[in-house]
């Protein structure tokens, strides 16, 4: 898992890994309207609303959905049952040429298998007509592959980048215009009508796929707002006669009530990231906020971020947290929680809770994971960390010619198809007898399909977000759109908002040293008398160029 010091921007799911990336630099990145050109070192900032102008005309497919949930925006509408008929939405083969194409993806957990040895990947390639050969990664240590890639710049025709490692490569838009192709010309208006699922995306995701004025690459967009969510073991909090923390002090309670080393159980995993959002430490940009008289403020220099600091250290102090995952083992804190038992609340991305109980819940039918519903540690309202940036980013090679981009997008637009679609039902689902069993409700994966589908094409494409249907957990749609529709009033307002940040590279290269400092302090390796010169480091290291860059990016309207 990421390392959970960082804000709201720079993690998505619970498929995150956050580590800093260095990139090779050849060219300056654009700055507002109004700035000088400055060294792309010490950071840009681009206003997105300039560029209209670029970005594909928003068409949606008639597919005659109606939501059994409806979702306060950005939260998706939800779908509890699966279209009784489907269409198929691309009638010709996207892949041409025949000619193998290259993919890089993350994965967490254990990889699927290559494509010779996997039925889902062979059956998909059938559909496409050209077949995508997929280099998969672990998603903890992708930051590292990225890294060496993009310095060597050698990548593969079709690379995904995750928000939040964007967010963490110094130099990034200098990267992507020597490496990437440039999409503004085969997707900008009208011309984007060849790719009609592409069509389909918010305008909103494709104004954050500008990189140097112009439109780089195609955006994933997100499936609800929250980076990070608090679930917990219910089955097991009801087996001990305990309800939901509601509060701080209840969540401590719990924690000790739970926490039994010699059978095995703890209270936690790394919930940093939590603390912090009950603590109402800023997560905007990373942990950015304004103060009263308009200066920016890092989290690491508020008494929010101090308090968290405390409670999350004492938690450690007090062995409420899984002894592998303290000695950062490698332990995968996911398995420890939904499988084992030995963890009762974990913090993960919400795109955990499904896929855990889905699969989980065959071998524990009690199994029953929820969110713990955000609260406030020092009263008013919670804080919720949140935005609607895009999960991920497809980037094509540059250099492969007019004929192979047109190519790969056609592959990537029949990728993101969406539910009410054949297509959206292989991706998803594999081959019916094989990955999937056709129910009165829907498909149902099956062990083959939990072995075999890693979200392969999902990772190189995007689709018009919904929650659901899925018919094995069939009360989760309405309780993740409950909660979602409940946190939602509670997002953190972003200052920035509109405004695409470069952060200086100093400051980039920096983060990661700085969060391991403080992982230092949590985990009782480094006092907490240290964390005033850890701060004075970090604003010493990028930090007092990071707040230049934000307060002469301001919106006019938060000046």
Not at 438 to 450: C, H, Q, S
Request: negative net charge; proline residues 8%; charged residues 20%.
């Amino acid at each position: 898992m990421t390392s959970p010091n960082s804000g709201a921007g720079a993690s998505r799911r619970n498929f995150l890994g956050l580590v800093s990336l260095g990139a090779a630099a050849v060219a300056g990145g654009p700055l507002l309207a109004g700035c000088s050109e400055k060294p792309a070192g010490s950071g840009a900032a681009q206003n997105l609303d300039k560029f209209a102008d670029l970005l594909p005309a928003h068409k949606d497919l008639a597919l005659n959905l109606t939501p059994d949930v409806k979702g306060t925006r950005p939260v998706p509408d939800g779908y509890t049952k699966y279209p009784s008929t489907l269409v198929d939405a691309i009638t010709d083969k996207p892949g041409t040429s025949g000619a193998q194409v290259t993919a890089m993806t993350p994965a967490w957990g254990p990889a699927p298998p290559g494509v010779a040895q996997n039925a889902y990947l062979q059956a998909v390639n059938a559909e496409l007509g050209t077949p995508v050969n997929f280099t998969i990664q672990d998603g903890v240590t992708y930051a590292d592959k990225l890294n060496a890639m993009l310095g060597a710049r050698d990548v593969p025709e079709l690379l995904c980048v995750p928000g939040w490692e964007v967010e963490k490569v110094p130099r990034f838009s200098e990267a992507a215009k020597a490496i990437f192709e440039d999409l503004t010309d085969y997707l900008k208006g009208d011309t984007v009508n060849a790719y009609p699922m592409l069509a389909t995306f918010p305008t909103g995701a494709w104004r954050n796929a500008i990189w140097n004025e112009r439109l780089m690459a195609v955006p994933n967009p997100t499936d609800g707002p929250f980076p990070w969510a608090l679930f917990a073991r219910k089955d097991m909090l009801d087996d001990r006669g305990l309800a939901i923390p509601k509060n701080l002090d209840e969540l401590l309670t719990v924690a000790k009530e739970v926490t039994d080393p010699a059978k095995k159980v703890w209270a936690f995993s790394d919930i940093f990231a939590m603390i912090q959002m009950f603590h109402k430490v800023p997560g905007s940009k990373g942990g950015w906020r304004l103060k009263s008289d308009g200066t920016p403020e890092f989290k690491y220099e508020t008494p929010e971020f101090r308090q968290a600091l405390e409670v999350m250290a004492k938690i450690y102090k007090d062995g409420l947290v899984h002894p592998d995952l303290v000695a950062s083992k490698g332990a995968d804190a996911a398995q420890l929680f939904a499988a084992n038992g030995q963890v009762v609340l974990h913090q993960a991305g919400v795109g955990m809770w499904q896929g855990a109980q889905a699969e989980h819940q065959k071998v524990n039918p009690k199994l029953n994971i929820q969110p713990v519903p955000i609260f406030s540690a020092t009263g008013g309202d919670p804080l919720v960390w949140g935005d609607d940036e895009p999960i991920s980013y497809t980037f094509v090679k540059k250099g492969l010619g007019k004929a192979r981009v047109e190519e790969l997008l056609r592959i990537i637009n029949w990728c993101s198809a969406p539910m009410g679609t054949q297509e959206a039902q292989l991706r998803d689902y594999g081959v019916e007898g094989k990955h999937h069993t056709r129910t009165p409700n829907g498909p149902v994966k099956t062990e083959l399909a939990f072995k075999e589908i890693g979200n392969q094409y999902f990772f190189i494409s995007g689709r018009n977000p919904t929650i659901g249907p899925y018919p094995d957990t069939p009360n989760y749609v309405q309780d993740l759109v409950a909660y979602s529709n409940d946190m939602v009033k509670y997002l953190e307002k972003d200052p920035w908002d509109g405004v695409k940040l470069e952060m200086p590279a100093k400051y980039k290269a920096n983060q990661v040293p700085t969060e391991d400092k403080l992982t230092d302090v949590l985990r009782g390796r480094r006092p907490l008398s240290d964390v005033d010169s850890i701060v004075q480091e970090w604003k010493a290291n990028g930090g007092e160029e990071a707040r230049q860059l934000l307060a002469g990016s301001l919106p006019k309207a938060n000046r």
